[in-house]
């Protein structure tokens, strides 16, 4: 059975906001930390950002810092990643991924992960 699963992909021209959400089941849900990852056509898979579960800290790639924002709402057992002023490289299959406790480094491996939603950014 599943136990994340990610929503909110689509196709956005350039400059546009999409926000995607991971649904997470079957946890201890404040216990994990909670991350994004993406993947490319041809390119190897990219930490975009984590947020903890404990305190909420937030890590982002140099990537899309000052344009991604990832949130967690620990009743609704969910985390949204809000992405702005997006750009044609931001195309990509995105993954939500967890592992129990803090935040890893975004070029660590994750425990657990979705199925995957496309993001396409193009005019």
């Known amino acids: 059975q599943e136990q994340l699963v990610e929503s909110g992909g689509g196709s956005v021209q350039p400059g546009g906001s999409l926000r995607l959400s991971c649904a997470v089941f079957k946890w201890a849900f404040d216990y994990y930390s909670i991350s994004w990852f993406r993947q490319a056509p041809g390119k190897e898979r990219e930490g975009v950002a984590c947020?903890?579960?404990?305190?909420?800290?937030?890590y982002y790639a140099d990537s899309v810092k000052g344009r991604f924002t990832i949130s967690r709402d620990n009743a609704k057992n969910a985390v949204d990643l809000e992405m702005n002023r997006l750009k044609p490289e931001d195309t990509a299959v995105y993954y939500c991924?967890?592992?129990?406790?803090?935040?890893?480094?975004?070029?660590?491996?994750?425990?657990?992960w979705g199925k995957g939603t496309l993001v396409t950014v193009s005019s």
């Open positions: 947020i903890d579960g404990s305190d909420g800290r937030t």
């Open positions: 991924a967890a592992d129990p406790g803090y935040c890893l480094p975004l070029d660590h491996d994750r425990d657990y």
